[in-house]
């Protein structure tokens, strides 16, 4: 055990899982008992306290909302990338170059990044979108970008970040940012205006009323459990426009939250409901 670190009960783990699940919609295996340790000890110590025993108790009794914040944003994994998944960007600039071919009368456009993280997620659909149609520019187009880590979400808003995030990425896709010299690069701010970053817990009440053309939760339902993946999805499905799509990660699938949607490409799902909406419209 390092220096610093505090011992972890069955007990203990046991009131840290519960607790972190219900509040967070987050499932932790038997595996993350040392992430537990090694993420926790540093806050229990902060607050002057001996055991995790304690920090629970202190969380359910007396705590504040920063404390329990805290204590969620300790516990969620936050790994992302700029163009991760790239399959999915393209398929979004080719659903956008059909929205923009079409001449709709309508020129607004949606996209929600749930789980967004540190940011880069919603930044590459910017990024991407406007390098492909700089007509959009002219359109009414946001995205919104929300995390329940509440730390995450003030770094992404910054939009700031270390210039090695732009390995492996082509020169064409690098050469947008803004190089601050300080080894850091800025996204652009035509990007930076697009993106609304908001704290939100996917499993609590989501104020937003759509409809979004798209929906990108990718790498998030990952940490939950099937029932709570299952809701989550049908709840984005109700939240989608026609034709509108909900992208998910790698390893995901929807469970008992797919049946209102098909699948049109890898881990690419189309709202069925909306489409037969539609249809009987
Ligand atoms: C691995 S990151 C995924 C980032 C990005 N979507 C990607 O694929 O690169 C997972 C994110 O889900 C967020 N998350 C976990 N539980 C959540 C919840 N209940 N509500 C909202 N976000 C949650 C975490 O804070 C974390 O930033």
């Known amino acids: 055990m390092d220096q610093g ?4 009960s069955e007990r203990e783990f046991s009131r840290i899982k519960n607790r972190v699940y ?7 295996s038997d595996a993350k008992r040392t992430l537990v340790i ?27 909302a920063a404390d329990g914040q805290d204590f969620v944003n300790a516990l969620t ?26 001449k709709p009368r309508s020129t607004r456009l949606r996209i929600w990044s749930a789980g967004c993280s540190t940011g880069q997620e919603p930044y590459t659909i910017g990024l991407d979108l406007l390098a492909a149609f700089p007509e959009l520019k002219r359109w009414d187009f946001k995205i919104l970008a929300t995390d329940i880590d509440t730390a995450v979400i003030a770094k992404a808003a910054g939009g700031i970040y270390p210039e090695n995030e732009l390995s492996g990425l082509s020169a064409e896709r690098a050469r947008p ?37 798209a929906i990108f939760c990718r790498n998030v339902a990952i940490y939950f459990d099937k029932p709570t993946q299952g809701e989550v999805f049908g709840r984005f499905n109700a939240l989608l426009a026609p034709e509108g799509f909900l992208y998910i990660g790698h390893s995901e699938n929807l469970g008992s939250g797919g049946d209102g949607f098909r699948l049109v490409g890898k881990t690419i799902y189309q709202s069925k409901l909306q489409l037969n909406k539609r249809e009987a419209a």
Request: charged share 20%.
């Open 5 to 8: 670190e505090i011992s972890l």
């Open 22 to 28: 219900r509040v967070a919609g987050i499932s932790l």
């Open 38 to 64: 090694s993420r926790l000890s540093k806050i229990v110590r902060s607050l002057g306290l001996a055991s995790f025993d304690a920090y629970v108790d202190y969380l359910e009794h007396g705590g504040s």
């Open 77 to 102: 994994t936050n790994l992302t990338r700029f163009y991760r998944e790239d399959h999915h960007f393209e398929h979004l600039r080719s659903y956008v170059g059909g929205l923009i071919a079409s």
């Open 177 to 213: 940012f803004q190089r601050l010299g300080n080894g850091t690069i800025k996204v652009p701010e035509a990007v930076r205006e697009l993106v609304s970053f908001k704290p939100l817990n996917l499993i609590g009440p989501w104020p937003m009323k759509g409809p979004f053309d």
